[in-house]
């Protein structure tokens, strides 16, 4: 095959199939020869449910993979950035660059945006291919002393970066990440660079509150499954030492909450704890609709923002909080599986097995 490449045709459909070696089609392009792939919560979800909102045609199917690093193998006759053997990871996206959110430097709200492994019309071809073609700004090239298997930990650490700046943090303040996977954990990671005095995350399973306790060396709290979300929310404040009076209505003393698991009773717990004036950030995706504790958000005048994916200088700063070793991400690799397994590794993810599951790229 001249490009292997994992096509999802549908629910637990997939197939290792030749596609066409893609075209340098614009100047600035570069093909990259994709060495690691990522495994995340969007892919289990493709495995199992064919989509998100949007649905893989079973006719023609869908290349899977964004998290993704790899070596530029050959370069567009404009590209200046970056040479063909540079080791790169890969922002997988590309913007319109014309419309106004991209002139105004929020290029990941352009409703053009074509993003890796997401349904048309027109598809959009994911990095699970032996080559991928993405535009050279869209490649971040890395040192020598990180990992290609490291690499492809910067896309959710770019989204952890971008998550802490939506929430506009500030050293001293006291962060509650709701949800320990892996968005979780690099919330929670970049958080305390930005400066956080106390970083605690919160979930409903014990071995992952015992992973981030030892990964993040920060405060974890279990949630309970059988208690409201306002019995939670007053539970963690107390046994925190976060408590102030009236926490129905005021809440305790915490300044921040980034939302990363999606789930409505996470959600619900995250805008009861936060101080008069708090800060709430949704970076987990949940269902379409929910019920929400609007009158707590009100009374508390809470600045409520949305996170999606990454924008301006995320990536760079993943990159360079990896390479000054301020956040580690190796310890977050559970496993490797070769690319003609890849189901295997969806599969162990949505098993809940280990905490960052890698496909190998493919090997000749």
């Not at 869908?62 to 890969?90: C, K, L, Q």
């Not at 991928?132 to 770019?158: Q, T």
């Not at 996977?181 to 970083?199: D, E, P």
């Not at 019920?291 to 958000?297: C, G, H, K, L, N």
Request: charged content about 20%; some cysteine.
């Amino acid at each position: 095959m001249e490009n292997p490449s994992i096509i999802l045709y549908g629910p637990k459909n997939a197939k290792v199939e030749d596609t066409p070696i893609p075209e340098l089609s614009d100047p600035h392009d570069v093909l990259v020869r994709i060495n690691y792939v990522g495994v995340c919560g969007s892919d289990v979800h493709f495995w199992h449910h064919g989509g998100i909102g949007k649905f893989v045609n079973p006719s023609t199917g869908i290349t899977m993979g964004h998290e993704a690093s790899g070596t530029i193998h050959s370069i567009g006759p404009s590209v200046t950035t970056i040479s063909p053997g540079d080791r790169v990871a890969i922002e997988p996206g590309t913007p319109c660059r014309l419309c106004k959110a991209c002139k105004s430097g929020t290029y990941n709200l352009c409703r053009d945006m074509r993003f890796a492994a997401a349904p048309g019309p027109p598809d959009t071809q994911g990095t699970l291919s032996k080559f991928f073609r993405i535009a050279e700004d869209m490649v971040y090239k890395i040192p020598d002393s990180m990992g290609l298997d490291e690499a492809v930990l910067v896309e959710p650490l770019a989204v952890g970066v971008h998550a802490v700046k939506m929430g506009d943090v500030k050293p001293g303040e006291t962060v509650v990440v709701m949800g320990s996977g892996t968005i979780g954990l690099m919330c929670g990671a970049v958080a305390k660079q930005f400066g956080a005095h106390r970083v605690i995350l919160v979930d409903i399973l014990d071995k992952k509150l015992e992973f981030a306790a030892k990964y993040l060396g920060c405060e974890t709290w279990k949630a309970s499954t059988s208690a409201s979300t306002e019995e939670n929310a007053a539970a963690l404040l107390k046994e925190l030492d976060l408590d102030e009076e009236g926490i129905d209505t005021f809440g305790g003393r915490v300044d921040t909450v980034i939302e990363a698991s999606g789930a409505t009773s996470s959600i619900e717990t995250g805008i009861h704890i936060l101080r008069p004036g708090g800060k709430y950030v949704q970076t987990g995706l949940g269902k379409p609709k929910i019920e929400f504790p609007i009158v707590a958000m009100g009374q508390k005048e809470l600045m409520v923002r949305g996170c999606f994916r990454y924008g301006t200088g995320d990536y760079e700063l993943a990159v360079g909080l990896i390479r000054k070793g301020l956040v580690d991400v190796k310890p977050l690799i559970s496993s490797t599986t070769p690319f003609e397994d890849a189901t295997q590794a969806w599969d162990k993810t949505a098993r809940g097995e280990g905490i960052k599951n890698l496909i190998q790229g493919v090997l000749d």
